[in-house]
């Protein structure tokens, strides 16, 4: 089955800095979306980007997709201790059944 | 508030023993999903229900079994076949099919073997 991939796998940055996350894909879909996991807690769903959609922001988030290349990028402006977590990609190839990615790890350091 | 409930959040099971993980919804949403999560793997689907009364099978539904009888819930139950069951459960929902939205998890259920 098709399966979204982050890279990179850990990310640690210092806070205010911005982090970014990049996610690979195989087949068309029909959208792909990111999502974040504090640790030992559910998934809390962030953004969703269409594939005939290049560049979408929500508050300090910034989505790219790129259908050419297959690949897409997460951006985290100016990051706050709070934005520790883990990130995952997910594309949807249809009837909303989702495919996830292992996750980034990322840590903001006060 | 709407949202997803998953029980319990911790869980033992012993060798042998069949254990029913509960997940209910008051978002009214058509859509449900289990999730299985283990450690460098990301989520991987075990199953899916469109409608009520209507599921299928994800990714790794080998040892596992679900019932959809109400639209609000959609129990998991990990039965003896399943021989490595440790793992972090999560349950998912979403809007009518095709509606693009994302979808809303609930806390998940940490599941181990004794």
């Known amino acids: 089955s098709q399966q979204g991939e982050e890279d990179p796998q850990a990310l640690s940055i210092q806070e205010g800095e911005n982090a970014t996350m990049n996610c690979s894909y195989k087949t068309s879909i029909n959208n792909l979306q990111w999502y974040r996991q504090n640790s030992g807690r559910g998934l809390v769903h962030l953004i969703l980007i269409r594939s005939n959609e290049r560049e979408k922001h929500s508050g300090r988030l910034r989505v790219t997709l790129d259908t050419s290349k297959k690949s897409s990028s997460l951006l985290i402006t100016a990051s706050r201790a709070a934005d520790t977590a883990s990130y995952f990609c997910a594309t949807d190839y249809g009837n909303n059944r989702l495919a996830f990615g292992k996750g980034n790890q990322v840590v903001v350091i006060p | 508030d709407g949202g997803i409930t998953q029980s319990p959040k911790y869980l033992f099971r012993k060798e042998g023993q069949n254990v029913t993980l509960s997940c209910e919804q008051n978002l009214n949403h058509d859509a449900m999903y289990w999730y299985r999560q283990d450690p460098g793997q990301g989520l991987r689907l075990i199953y899916y229900?469109?409608?009520?009364?209507?599921?299928q099978k994800g990714d790794i539904a080998e040892g596992y079994s679900v019932s959809r009888e109400k639209k609000e819930s959609f129990p998991l139950t990990v039965t003896s076949a399943q021989k490595n069951p440790t793992a972090f459960y999560l349950c998912a929902s979403s809007a009518a099919l095709g509606s693009g939205r994302g979808y809303t998890f609930g806390s998940g259920t940490r599941l181990t073997v004794v």
């Open positions: 229900s469109q409608i009520v009364n209507d599921f």
